[in-house]
């Protein structure tokens, strides 16, 4: 079975400045996908950006963007010029491709995000 | 655009006591799940389902009751509730793996359910 971790619970960083959030994953699968969701105070999960196994491009949107280490297995997400509304919990997760049956997603414990203004 | 909608948002039970969660989703995805989110553990996988008729079982199934008599409908039901069950609880869905494979799940808002 397929396991993620985040090994850092809480992380702060001044606004404007870069924070980089640590995940790392366990599979035997070479075709996977990962994300990063958000989630702020309102409980609402909002998906951060995508990153397809096969790719070795490093997904990025906007101010967010990945370091995907396929054989190291870790998929860091970078945040640049932190923003007051990027204050969130954050969740990196594993999703199976199958060719059939379910695309079941793995989540990482969290790291809950803290911008100092 | 509904999107993923979960009711109640919020609801507090006594032990013993049953109840229902709703989920329904407009966007015609063949897969829907359920999730609990408790503190320093994430999220976890009750039960899922890839399509009307067919559910099976997640991480954390126990004490949990799914259907999916619909595409558009995943109720998740708890039969007895315990003080175990006082979590957060997440309904999300998405497109099949035939149809969108790696597509990302779209999430309800959530309930929190307490059990005194």
């Known amino acids: 079975a397929q396991t993620v971790t985040q090994s850092q619970p809480e992380m702060s960083v001044q606004e404007a400045e870069t924070v980089t959030l640590s995940c790392t994953y366990d599979?035997?699968?070479?075709?996977?996908?990962l994300f990063w969701y958000k989630q702020p105070p309102s409980r609402q999960m909002i998906l951060v950006i995508r990153?397809?196994?096969?790719?070795?491009q490093n997904a990025t949107e906007n101010r967010f963007s990945v370091n995907f280490q396929k054989a190291a297995k870790s998929f860091s997400l970078k945040i640049s010029d932190s923003q007051l509304g990027d204050a969130a919990m954050y969740f990196c997760?594993?999703?199976?491709?199958?060719?059939?049956?379910?695309?079941?997603?793995?989540f990482g414990q969290g790291t809950r995000l803290t911008i100092n203004p | 655009n509904a999107g993923v909608t979960q009711t109640p948002k919020f609801q507090v039970l006594k032990t013993g006591q049953s109840m229902t969660l709703q989920c329904a989703q407009d966007?015609?995805?063949?897969?829907m799940s359920w999730y609990r989110q408790d503190p320093g553990m994430g999220l976890r996988l009750i039960h899922y389902?890839?399509?009307?008729?067919?559910?099976d079982q997640g991480e954390v199934p126990n004490g949990y009751n799914v259907s999916r008599s619909t595409t558009e409908d995943f109720p998740l039901r708890l039969l007895s509730a315990a003080p175990s069950q006082t979590s957060v609880y997440f309904c999300?869905?998405?497109?099949?793996?035939?149809?969108?494979?790696?597509?990302?799940?779209?999430f309800g808002n959530g309930t929190r359910l307490t059990v005194t």
């Open positions: 999300a869905s998405s497109y099949s793996s035939t149809r969108g494979r790696g597509s990302p799940l779209h």
């Open positions: 966007m015609n995805h063949e897969y």
């Open positions: 997760a594993y999703r199976s491709t199958p060719f059939q049956g379910a695309q079941k997603l793995v």
């Open positions: 389902s890839v399509g009307a008729g067919i559910t």
């Open positions: 599979t035997s699968e070479s075709d996977y996908y």
């Open positions: 990153q397809e196994a096969y790719k070795q």
